[in-house]
């Protein structure tokens, strides 16, 4: 699954063939969790409120590279890197 962000020790990935709803996977200290594009938990688990807030904070302001990318994913085409939260 490629990796298309990194920040703070938050690992954030897309899956190619993933289902719908358009989504990305977020990986924290072990934990995994299914994130919206407004960062609106899915499903799993990140214990880490810090953590979880990083990761909406970082949807929100990328939401749009998000979809590009999700588009990129139904049309078999490589993802993009997002930049990171500084």
């Known amino acids: 699954m490629p990796i298309i962000s990194t ?6 990935r897309m899956y ?3 289902h719908n709803p358009p989504h990305f996977h977020a990986e924290f200290q072990g934990e995994k969790a299914t994130f919206n594009f407004e960062g ?8 880490s409120g810090t ?4 990761v909406r904070d970082w949807a929100r302001r990328h939401k749009l590279e998000l979809m590009i990318n999700w588009r990129n994913i139904e049309r078999g085409r490589p ?3 997002i930049k990171p939260l500084e």
């Open 7 to 12: 920040f703070f020790g938050i690992i954030i």
């Open 51 to 54: 953590a979880r807030k990083l």
């Open 40 to 47: 609106r938990l899915l499903a799993g688990s990140i214990s």
């Open 79 to 81: 993802l993009n890197r």
């Open 16 to 18: 190619f063939g993933d």
